[in-house]
């Protein structure tokens, strides 16, 4: 207990996290490219077609959109997260984590809207319908594009960490009502969505998990980037990041 | 020259009036104070000086506990000023470069308003207005307790927010800036008023861009950058 | 403490009034071009009142938000409030005459609104005006917590105006969704219990947090 709090606390300063991530990221990278490669090779070529609801060949968006749904979802909870360990133990690089989470959750997002469009068009015979699903991504991508709005608006950055960190936790208590509003109207009015009932059968199970496993990495490595970027904005000051920079300068001409 | 890191060191608080301990303060990632110790002593005059820019304001707002410091805590009689029990916010006037009045309101309602937030209903309503219209004759801007704060200028607002400093009990006065654009009679009047206080045992705390000499001080302190 | 602030509120809501009847003319206004629009015919309007009242009170409650914190924060007597009282009663007080201000007016205008978008049109005994009445009453409080959370957070940001608007009209679509159903409910001769006690059930769960989260970013944004 004792070591896992101090390896917290460890990852509270800049500079360790800096150079932790560092290390990890092309390990990340390298494993993310192998399950994407995989992933893809099995779902766009070797996954059979889908013949229960005549799908046919776009059964195959799934495997983008269903991983870029969930974590839009996962994003903002994980956003929400950080910032209450930003507000409550006053650590500041968890504000980094937050406006780190943001940009790549706001894409996953979009993702999912778009793969949801384009799987619309077919099975719906139309690019927008407003299917509960759809809907609440919808409202969660204005829910990132708000915070991500909200955290530029500010001169000074602390203020902007906080303010946008409240925003985040006030948007994680709404996702399940919006959620749950936004079903309750479905029903009301449509009665119709795509949720299929029923486990899936194990010859599409494979290429969506290594999908959703490559996805999560993915996205693990763009918040990483991101989040050593912010890094080293909010630390331009400190000794070890000029030393850093400086550093790399000098291997660059040296080369 | 006494500088804000010249005071003891020790970890243990043992000062009455207002102690501020290892403070740090930043504003857009710039340090202002890096680790300032600063006592304010019951019964003294602090005149905090530097320049613009310098972080005198930042300071003070720390010390009212609206800012929170990156690091540091300010005590007041040996309790962090957040500590329900040490009633720091009781016995706190701030009076900052706003002047915090509503425009849509008169000067008494203003005044009383105040009153009221502080002392909640023992304050006799009518003592209340007596009081108001005996500081605004100090002040020289008697009869004009019916007017609308806006309708006054920058000069006589001012004053209307002096007056709080008389209305309301209190045993500790941070004030930012408020000498400036005063005339020599009012200027003499605070000067008078803050001496009384601090012979009350009051703790005084305020900045000014110059030396005011009708305010004989304890206590410098300088805000300034390497 | 939180009575001595509401009367100052609404003394100077007294003397401001025409910035508190603009939102409300606004809301008037806003309904009353959907007959253009869309269509004089009554049961046309009948269909759409629900909906085009609810869009617009919304609005206006958006409008009237600028009013919030943003004068007390500018003339520095919010700070003053916040060293003197705690951020969560500041926040319930001016949250609670702010809806006095904005939000009851809206519930009280509602029926003309009904009338100009025939929501009574072919009933003679059902009473829909009430119905709107009440749905209003229970849902512009939330849109009123809400609406503080997310002034609060932006007092301090370079833009303003627009900016709360995007940050919390997301928030508000729950309210929004219930709000109107509830009337189209009650045009087609179901029950609308159900409704109202989700908005009911929304009003609580804002009450519980919005006032904390205002104050919270209250102190943030004026420290």
Known sequence: MAKAWRWFHQLGSPKYLFQKTGQWLPWIWGVTLILLAVGLYYSLWASPLEARQGQGHTVRIMYVHVPAAALSMVGYIAMAIAAIVGLVWKMKMAFAVVRSIAPAGAAMTFLALFTGSVWGKPTWGTWWEWDARMTSELLLLFLYL?????????????????????????????????????????????????????????????????????????????VIMRLRAEIILRNQKSRWVMEWATADTKKVTHD | MPSLSSMSQSQDIHFDGLYAHELTVSRSEHVLLEDAELHLAPA?????????????????????????????????????????????????????????????????????????????????????????????????????????????????????????????????????????????????????????FKAQGGVVLFTSHHHIDELPVDQKVGVEHE | MISTLLKRELKVARRNWIGLAIPLLFFIIVVSLFPFAVSPEALMLQKLAPGVIWVAALLSMLLSLEQFYRSDYQDGSLEQLLLMSSPTSVAISKIFAHWLLTGLPLVILSPLLGLLMQINYGFEHINHTWVLMLSLMLGTPTLCLLGAVGMSLTLAANRNGLLVSILIIPLYVPVLIFGASTVTASLESLRYNGELAILGAFLMIAIVFAPFASGRALKISVG
């Open chain 1, 146 to 222: 708000g915070y991500i709005a909200l955290h530029s608006s500010f001169s000074e950055r602390s203020k902007a960490d906080k303010a946008s960190a409240i925003l985040a936790i006030v948007g994680v208590i709404n996702i399940p009502i919006i959620y749950f509003s936004v079903k309750w109207w479905n029903t009301l009015h449509q009665g119709y969505s795509v949720t299929q009932k029923g486990a899936l059968a194990p010859e599409f199970q494979v290429p969506l998990f290594t999908m959703l496993a490559g996805m999560y990495l993915l996205f693990a490595a763009l």
């Open chain 2, 44 to 196: 003294t005059i602090t005149y905090l000086y530097g320049d613009n820019g310098t972080g005198k304001t930042s300071l003070m707002r720390c010390l009212t506990g609206l800012l929170q410091p990156d690091h540091g805590t300010v005590y007041w009689n040996e309790k962090p000023i957040n500590h329900p029990e040490s009633g720091y916010f009781q016995d706190l006037i701030f009076l900052a470069h706003s002047l915090s009045m509503k425009n849509e309101l008169t000067i008494a309602e203003n005044l009383t308003f105040y009153a009221q937030l502080r002392c909640g209903g023992s304050y006799n309503n009518k003592e209340l207005q007596a009081d108001i219209s005996q500081v605004l004759t100090d002040l020289g801007i008697d009869g004009l307790e019916g007017r609308m704060f806006a309708e006054l200028s920058a000069g006589q607002q001012h004053k209307v927010a002096l007056a709080r400093l008389m209305l309301e009990p209190a045993k500790i006065w941070l004030l930012d800036e408020p000498f400036v654009n005063l005339d020599q009679k009012t200027r003499r009047w605070l000067a008078a008023k803050t001496l009384e």
